[in-house]
């Protein structure tokens, strides 16, 4: 299972919704979980269990996959799956994710941010701060919302497993180039912290952060069926 620092993350993530309503794919309740039937109302009490049912199984389809991963990676890449399905690994992002190019890795991963074919605030603003946990330990987990620039909207929309169209990659504008962690010895910051440091240089990450500018921060149909999108080409 994951550190709690990072289930309490994705439990934010996803919000929580006593009565079911329709989400792209399925009725959701709970914290994102499958409902049993549309209107269904569940406690606090019961959403946990299914949300430690969920991410257990999220969890251990990473550990499948790609073994021996950080703590962080593998919490970034099981929220991921339990929000997006496991149609990743069959693309771009999972063969990053298998060779060991994590740098690769974290450019591919923040293009999962559409839903119903369009960029959608909440999950642009949740792989930024997921991102942030690649190659990092659970401590770091507890300062990720004071390195990213935006906040979490209290108003999310509970997600779910969903369609998640594969990327390829021609998507990737420039491998690598995007949330660096390569610093030098010296360097006293924490991993998250030097994750966005180097704005300035990465086209991609800036992309993402001036959708963030131009949008409303409404969140009524967010954190669904998170698709890759292709981001501008760097200049």
């Known amino acids: 299972m994951l550190d709690q620092s990072y289930l309490d993350a994705i439990k934010k993530f996803e919000g929580f919704s006593a009565e079911a309503r329709w989400d792209y794919a399925q009725n959701s309740n709970g914290y994102g979980t499958r409902a049993r039937y549309a209107g269904e109302v569940i406690d606090k009490a019961e959403a946990d269990r299914r949300f430690e049912g969920e991410i257990k199984k999220a969890a251990d389809f990473v550990d499948r996959f790609a073994p021996g991963l950080d703590d962080g990676s593998r919490a970034a890449l099981t929220s991921l799956t339990y929000n997006a399905g496991t149609a990743w690994t069959e693309s771009g992002l999972g063969e990053a994710v ?83 962690l390569a610093a030098s010895q010296t360097d006293m910051r924490s991993p998250s912290e030097r994750a966005f440091t180097d704005l300035s240089s990465d086209p991609a990450l800036l992309a993402l952060l001036a959708h963030i500018g131009k949008s409303q921060p409404t969140r009524s149909s967010d954190d669904k069926t998170a698709e890759p999108e292709a981001l501008p080409q760097a200049v």
């Open 98 to 180: 298998s060779s060991g190019d994590m740098d690769r890795a974290r450019s591919l991963f923040l293009q999962y941010h559409n839903a119903g074919g369009a960029a959608v605030d909440g999950l642009v603003q949740r792989r930024l701060q997921e991102v942030a946990w690649f190659d990092t330990g659970a401590d770091d987990a507890q300062t990720t919302k004071s390195v990213v620039a935006v906040s979490q909207p209290q108003s999310a929309a509970p997600a779910t497993e969903a369609e998640t169209s594969a990327t390829s990659d021609s998507l990737v504008s420039q491998p690598g180039s995007v949330v660096r």
